[in-house]
């Protein structure tokens, strides 16, 4: 398995910019379809994006499309997020997360091992 912190979580105004990053050890980090989740106090555990051990294939949940990046650089064993537009209602605890296998539908159940996240504030 492979492990993950995360950071660059942080208090920004709505309307800012956050990049988040997952570091990633062990030699397999190029093996997995990595993801991004998020989760706001008192609601389950939300997906957010998923990129595949390529980079060649990327989803996102609908609430952040046009607004997120996930991308990742195999070479530093790293995983990003850049969070632009940032709302309130994005604040939540954001994790990365590796995924058992190729495909994923965003079921956090399909992923195996997780970081311990880093909290995003953003301020009306």
């Known amino acids: 398995q492979v492990q993950l912190v995360e950071s660059g979580g942080g208090l920004v105004q709505a309307g800012g910019s956050l990049r988040l990053s997952c570091a990633a050890s062990g030699r397999t980090f190029s093996r997995y379809t990595m993801g991004w989740f998020r989760q706001a106090p008192g609601k389950e555990r939300e997906f957010v994006a998923a990129?595949?051990?390529?980079?060649?294939?990327?989803h996102y949940v609908d609430s952040v499309k046009g607004r997120f990046a996930i991308s990742r650089d195999n070479a530093k064993n790293t995983l990003y997020l850049q969070m632009n537009s940032l709302k309130p209602e994005d604040t939540a605890v954001y994790y990365c997360?590796?995924?058992?296998?190729?495909?994923?539908?965003?079921?956090?159940?399909?992923?195996?091992?997780w970081g311990q996240g880093t909290q995003v504030t953003v301020s009306s």
């Open positions: 990129i595949s051990w390529s980079g060649d294939s990327r």
């Open positions: 997360a590796s995924a058992r296998g190729y495909y994923t539908t965003g079921d956090p159940a399909e992923f195996g091992s």
